[in-house]
């Protein structure tokens, strides 16, 4: 089994910016793709930005140049930096992994942008 924990949402002013943490810990074998989705109220869920095994990074348009995703390997674990948070970035982010053929995903942090 693998567990993810998530943690570094919040509430921020607009402008401002926060970093997300998803650690994994249990049988990992090996971790390919690590990403992070998030659900806005009455939304469907998106994909956000996704980090490959090799390093490779992609983005969802409107995150581009503000959201920078990023991996350590060695502590399995997968961040997300958030600059210039706008009220629309508010949504609940989720956290992924694929260890071998299975995706794993954490609990949910809330980030909520407001004045």
């Known amino acids: 089994q693998v567990q993810l924990v998530e943690s570094g949402g919040g509430l921020v002013q607009p402008g401002g910016s926060l970093r997300l943490s998803c650690a994994a810990s249990?049988?990992?074998?090996?971790?390919?793709?690590m990403g992070w989705y998030r659900q806005a109220p009455g939304k469907q869920r998106e994909l956000v930005a996704v980090v490959s095994s090799g390093g490779s990074t992609n983005y969802t348009d409107s995150v581009k140049g503000r959201f920078t995703i990023s991996r350590d390997n060695a502590k399995n674990t997968v961040y997300l930096q958030m600059t210039d948070l706008k009220p629309e970035d508010t949504a609940v982010y989720y956290c992924?992994?694929?260890?071998?053929?299975?995706?794993?995903w954490g609990q949910g942090t809330q980030v909520t942008v407001s004045s």
């Open positions: 249990g049988s990992i074998f090996r971790l390919y793709a």
């Open positions: 992924f992994i694929d260890n071998l053929a299975t995706r794993f």
